[in-house]
């Protein structure tokens, strides 16, 4: 049976996923944890699925040598605009986001979230402000384009046209036309979109 390894974006940590894999629990799952508020465990297998929210499509690009398939759910491949991105998030806001978090992290960790979609965000006591900080910076520079048009497996990408982290123009600059879309839903179809999620996976899976 297909192993599903699921790695959550900037933020979050490895319960992001539970909602998810309880609709799938017919599959071998597993968790990376970045180790924003717990320990980092990492989970490199060529024989594994990844699915993955947000930045997490980037961590397995560069981190995974080789997997059986793909899945980016509010996924981007460069976060960030620049002369020959046009459709990325301008530089100015993550860099205003980088100088107000090492002030107060807990107003930034928070203010991202309602604007993801989250209703009542609290900023856990385990929070590691160091690496939420490098997550910050990573997202700065990231750009995984070269690597996604090598990747060789299959891969599917979904996302939410009303995204306000990760604009509908910067899916379609990522990925082309080639996404199952959601009309409605926000940054978190992960936690709010379960149900159709799995079956959007099942059927990827029945292909791979």
């Not at 996923?17 to 990376?32: K, M, N, Q, S, Y």
């Not at 060529?46 to 929210?53: K, S």
């Not at 459709?87 to 979230?113: C, H």
Request: charged letters at 25%; glycine letters at 6%; aromatic letters at 12%.
């Amino acid at each position: 049976m297909t192993k599903l390894i699921f790695v959550h974006g900037w933020g979050f940590d490895a319960s992001f996923w539970d909602g998810l894999r309880a609709e799938l629990p017919d599959f071998d799952t597993a968790c990376v944890d970045l180790g924003f508020f717990n320990q980092p465990e990492e989970m490199l297998d060529p024989d594994a699925v990844y699915i993955t929210h947000s930045m997490g499509m980037a961590w397995v690009l560069e981190t995974v040598k080789s997997c059986k398939g793909l899945i980016a759910i509010n996924g981007f491949s460069k976060f960030c605009a620049d002369e020959n991105w046009a459709n990325g998030v301008a530089p100015r806001m993550l860099s205003r986001m980088i100088r107000q978090f090492e002030k107060t992290p807990e107003k930034v960790w928070t203010d991202f979230m309602v604007n993801c979609g989250h209703a009542e965000p609290i900023l856990r006591d385990t929070a590691n402000e160091q690496l939420l900080l490098e997550g910050l910076q990573y997202l700065e520079s990231c750009d995984v384009r070269e690597k996604l048009e090598g990747f060789d497996a299959p891969f599917l990408a979904i996302a939410a046209q009303k995204d306000r982290i990760v604009p509908e123009n910067l899916t379609r600059a990522s990925f082309g036309e080639d996404v199952i879309w959601y009309k409605e839903g926000n940054h978190l179809l992960p936690m709010f979109e379960t149900k159709s999620l799995a079956e959007h996976i099942q059927r990827f899976l029945d292909r791979v």
